[in-house]
């Protein structure tokens, strides 16, 4: 038996009419016998096109408000019998079954019911059940039934009945089986997550994967999953890689810590960050963005080179002219200058992306194994009201500031990591260190490489300290005030050495390890 199939019935049942139009008639004008119901059978009757209302096959009407209109043996039969089987054909006759060769079906939209905040009585109302099964049906059929299971398919579709004359292909069957379960598991995936409150269970469908170049060297595959248009507006560059996706997801991360700065003197500043690798090189909060890109480039103008800049507040002409002297990668910013944004288009590969206000995820997920770890987010930023003086040297209003911007900082810094700031300006760190010695011995080594002077700096741990070693060199080079979350069952060593040589301390109580 052949494997191409001739269309010569229909059955269209879909929420979205949009793009239905030229499918409908494209059937009519080869001869398909269309069956639909409700409000499509509605939208052909308005297009002068003849339409078999389902009440008519199955003589049965529509019941409970439109909640059964296809769910019926004669329609079910039509879709699942296999035409090679023998029994199927002759129950088909036997019972007067209409053969139908495609499903046309968009489901009720229950996800944007979901995100738009309705009351449960009208989400409920959006979860579709006979759309669902007949997608699942066609899907199962394959190999005689055509299913195009979402508004997202009818373009293709057309495509097919066209370029074929009303004949698709088992591979094309099959192309659009395997959409069609793909529009149902994340259907019923999304229906769910809206009832489940057991959080050891975990379902998680995206449908707009995007290829990449390849993945994190040239020999790897590398996709990204998730709606990056929803997060940002492209404004010019190449297509932003696997690593560049790292990059920007640790800078959006980092200066969403510097959006409200009501608890720091600085409030309502301009923050400028630069990263590489993950890591900030550079971060300065001042009161023009010019001046805070200037500080944060400063801080290591080697690693700056090639790096991810993001910005919180408006990147201006100004702004912009000291950047473009600058390799880099990608621009984030809330907004630019119309001027801006020209300049720093002068180099064709550079990205520049205006970051929207949008939510980000509430979770974490990573492989683990030969499975999936998943975690809340680390959404506690120390703030004064966090603070806890354990020292009878209490940190001054600057060195508080100070204290809080470099906490920030170390949050979204590789663990074991330390962090130096003075006067609203990253000095340097020591990041993804085996010993908290190690990242101490490495921030002062890059501090004095870079000719900062640490006397007045304060220091951020993101752990506590089990011995007084760090406090003591960290001392010794100059710092003035350590901020860390405490915990140790000797922070008493730490907490008089600092006593006995006036360093001034504070505990946060939080941990912010980052692996």
């Known amino acids: 038996m ?7 019935s229909a059955l269209i049942s879909v929420f979205s009419k949009d793009g239905l139009e030229p499918i409908v008639k494209q059937l009519h004008q080869q001869n398909v016998t269309i069956y639909s ?21 199955t003589s049965f009407p529509e019941i409970l408000g439109g909640r059964v209109k296809t769910l019926h043996p004669k329609i079910f039969g039509g879709i699942l019998n296999r035409q090679d089987n023998e029994s199927d054909v002759q129950q088909m006759d036997e019972f007067e079954i209409p053969q139908i060769d495609v499903v046309i079906v968009d489901l009720y939209p229950f996800e944007k019911t979901v995100s738009s905040g309705a009351k449960e009585s009208d989400i409920i109302e959006k979860i579709d059940i006979g759309g669902i099964s007949l997608i699942r049906a066609a899907a199962k059929n394959f190999n005689d039934t055509v ?7 009818y373009s293709l579709f057309l495509d097919m009945i066209v370029e074929g004359k009303g004949t698709t292909t088992l591979e094309q069957r099959r192309l659009l089986a395997t959409k069609a379960f793909h529009v149902s598991s994340h259907y019923d995936a999304a229906i769910f997550n809206y009832f489940n409150v057991d959080e050891t269970i975990l379902k998680t469908s995206i449908d707009n994967g995007q290829v990449l170049r390849y993945g994190e060297n040239p020999h790897q595959k590398g996709f990204f999953f998730g709606d990056f248009d929803a997060l940002f507006t492209k404004l010019h560059g190449k297509e932003l890689s696997y690593n560049n996706l790292l990059d920007v997801d640790a800078a959006v991360n980092l200066i969403a810590e510097f959006k409200n700065t009501e608890d720091t003197l600085q409030c309502n500043a301009s923050t400028f960050a630069i990263l590489k690798h993950n890591n900030a090189c550079g971060l300065a909060t001042r009161n023009s963005m010019k001046e805070a890109y200037l500080a944060a480039l400063a801080c290591d103008s080697i690693s700056a080179f090639g790096g991810v800049l993001i910005a919180n507040g408006t990147i201006d002409a100004e702004t912009a002219t000291e950047i473009n002297s600058l390799f880099c990668e990608v621009v984030i910013a809330p907004s630019y200058d119309e001027k801006a944004i020209e ?13 929207k206000e949008v ?34 040297t209490t940190p001054t209003d600057q060195e508080v500031d100070d204290l809080i911007f470099a906490s920030k900082i170390c949050k979204n810094t ?27 011995k490495q921030a002062i080594e890059k501090a004095n490489t870079f ?5 007045g700096a304060v220091m951020a741990s993101d752990a506590f300290f089990p011995f007084p070693d760090c406090v003591e060199i960290a001392k010794h080079a100059g710092i003035t005030a350590v901020i860390q979350p405490g915990g140790s069952i000797k922070d008493e060593l730490s907490i008089n050495y600092c006593n006995e040589n006036k360093v001034a301390m504070v505990f946060t109580g939080t941990r912010h390890f980052k692996h």
Do not use: H, M, W, Y
């Open 147 to 153: 299913i195009v299971a979402s508004v997202n398919e």
């Open 414 to 440: 590789k663990s074991n990591t330390i962090v130096f700031a003075k006067n609203n300006t990253l000095i340097s760190s020591g990041t993804g260190q085996t010993s908290r010695v190690d990242a101490l």
């Open 343 to 355: 300049i720093l288009s002068q180099k064709k590969n550079r990205i520049i992306l205006v970051l």
């Open 2 to 8: 052949s494997t191409t199939k001739s269309i010569k």
């Open 359 to 392: 939510e980000l995820p509430v979770k974490q997920l990573r492989t683990c194994l030969n499975g999936i770890l998943v975690q809340d987010k680390n959404n506690s930023t120390d703030n004064k009201q966090s603070l806890k003086n354990v020292t009878t």
């Open 451 to 455: 000719g900062f002077d640490l006397n």
């Open 37 to 57: 119901t409700g409000g499509t059978e509605e939208f052909i009757k308005n297009l002068g096109i003849p339409v078999v209302p389902v009440e008519d096959v």
